[in-house]
């Protein structure tokens, strides 16, 4: 079993940075590959970016997002990272961090096992 909390999120201007936290629990959190998900007001849930378990080895990030996100995680900390740059108003969406056993990261929601309760980024323009 691991829980999931997200922090770091909050109001910011376009152009500006933020980074997003996700603190787990339990002892296996380096068996996990993690991502974050964000969804917008009236949207579907979209993948952001995945991060490998063995020490994020392995990264993988949406187009939109490549070149200003960064995924990253510390597995002596139980903390996986998502890095936002050069935020823009379309990247306004709660932003949801989860665990998947997957061998390598990947976009596909339903391989993610553990879920968090999401933090809020808005971005003004």
């Known amino acids: 079993q691991v829980q999931l909390v997200e922090s770091g999120g909050g109001l910011v201007q376009a152009g500006g940075s933020l980074r997003l936290s996700c603190a787990a629990s339990?002892?296996?959190?380096?068996?996990?590959?993690m991502g974050w998900f964000r969804q917008a007001p009236g949207k579907e849930r979209e993948f952001v970016g995945a991060i490998s378990w063995n020490g994020g080895s392995s990264t993988y990030h949406t187009d939109s997002v490549k070149g200003r996100f960064t995924i990253s995680r510390d597995n002596a900390k139980n903390t996986v990272w998502l890095q936002m740059l050069s935020l823009k108003p379309e990247d306004t969406a709660v932003y949801y961090c989860a665990a998947s056993l997957a061998v390598i990261p990947t976009d596909r929601a339903a391989a993610y096992v553990y879920w968090g309760q999401g933090t809020q980024v808005t971005v003004s323009s």
């Open positions: 339990g002892r296996t959190f380096s068996r996990y590959a």
